[in-house]
């Protein structure tokens, strides 16, 4: 692979240069300073001339630097191949609408979509960028919020009539649960319930069914099975109609 070609070094210059020194890259990366040093070397040794102008206190592009930075800049723009991960339901319902108008504005782009809910490893999987619905598990990825999704806590009328009403957060320790399998969505052991003008309320649950999918659980959450925390994209249809409550 040559280093135009290998994302980390990139990555790397592009933080340097960013932050004006080595250290602000690596502090963003969280990498150690010397690996920044050698994969700055790298890069210099395959252009055959100094991308980064050292002093004592900051690093600036050189000339020669200037003008790889754009070129890189231009060839990167809006051709090439982009490999994309998501997770599965809301990449599916939502995440290849939006990739379907980006290419269908972007004729010199060509995509790969890859669907899942277990932590990614982006670089040594092979991929340019993600969209994540849950929290970020991969340190080394550089993460940007691109919206919030509202969470709500529902079940089905008859469950909910069966068990009768819940006065306090912590009365629902003893209802069974349906949850989300995987770290980035908090985990199966407890859940973390928020309400305006109210302060956060952490309770232990007991699941009855782990899932990889929200869709899953929503279907278990029809059925009566148990009570869960499902996106507003999937169930606002259902609380509209009360098959949810």
């Keep these: 692979m040559t280093a135009f070609n290998d994302l980390s070094l990139l990555r790397a210059f592009v933080c340097i240069v960013e932050g004006g020194s080595i250290s602000a890259g ?3 990366l969280k990498l150690p300073q010397p690996t920044l040093s050698r994969y700055v070397r790298t890069l210099e040794e395959h252009c055959g001339v100094a991308l980064l102008r050292r002093d004592t206190h900051r690093m600036s592009l050189t000339e020669a630097g200037e003008a790889d930075q754009r070129l890189h800049d231009d060839q990167a723009a809006l051709r090439g191949h982009l490999r ?3 997770t599965i339901d809301f990449g599916q319902s939502t995440v290849t609408r939006l990739i379907s108008s980006f290419l269908q504005i972007n004729q010199d782009v060509t995509a790969e979509l890859r669907y899942t809910n277990r932590p990614a490893r982006m670089i040594e999987e092979g991929c340019d960028a993600g969209i994540v619905a849950g929290g970020i598990t991969d340190e080394s990825v550089i993460a940007r919020p691109a919206g919030k999704i509202m969470r709500y806590l529902t079940a089905s009328p008859a469950f909910v009539k069966g068990r009768g009403p819940a006065k306090e957060p912590s009365d629902l320790k003893s209802w069974p649960w349906l949850s989300l399998s995987g770290a ?3 985990g199966s052991e407890k859940v ?3 309400a305006p003008k109210q302060p956060d309320q952490p309770i232990p ?3 009855v069914l782990v899932s990889e999918g929200v869709t899953s659980m929503r ?3 029809r059925a009566g099975l148990g009570i869960a925390i ?3 994209w999937l169930v606002r249809e259902d609380i509209v109609s009360r098959r949810l409550v």
Excluded: N, S, V
């Design 26 to 28: 690596a502090r963003r």
């Design 84 to 86: 994309l991960f998501a």
């Design 184 to 186: 980035q969505f908090g």
């Design 192 to 194: 973390t319930l928020y």
């Design 205 to 207: 649950i007991k699941c």
């Design 219 to 221: 279907e278990a959450a």
């Design 230 to 232: 499902l996106p507003d």
